[in-house]
């Protein structure tokens, strides 16, 4: 994995953090990465977010971490696709009561379109 982040050349403190959290995933389940999948994946970022407390910011770092171990490093891009990504902006949450997914292509194609303009 350290091969595949400096050959994409990802900055050295990303590839530090990266590492780090793909050690804590396998040392969570003890079982080489090859061996685990999305239920893993899920079980360890629900540990993260009710045990550990940690912070939204640092668990995008975990997904983005983990989905580059297996998407890159292991050529599994189906593996963890599925694991929970960003939530709508708070802005569009508030703006509407259309569904998420409705608003949030909705509010950034407006905002793309008003930059062109």
Avoid: W
């Amino acid at each position: 994995m350290a091969e595949d982040l400096k050959l994409r050349r990802y900055k050295p403190s990303t590839c530090d953090n990266y590492l780090r959290c793909a050690r804590a995933f396998v040392a969570y389940h003890r079982k080489p990465p090859q061996q685990m999948g999305l239920d893993e994946v899920r079980a360890f970022l629900l540990y993260l977010a009710e045990q550990r407390k940690i912070a939204e910011a640092t668990q995008h770092q975990y997904v983005a971490a983990i989905k580059f171990l297996y998407a890159t490093t292991l050529g599994r891009p189906g593996s963890p696709s599925r694991s929970p990504g960003r939530r709508c902006p708070r802005s569009c949450r508030r703006s509407s009561a259309a569904p998420r997914s409705r608003r949030c292509s909705t509010r950034s194609a407006r905002s793309s379109s008003a930059r062109s303009s």
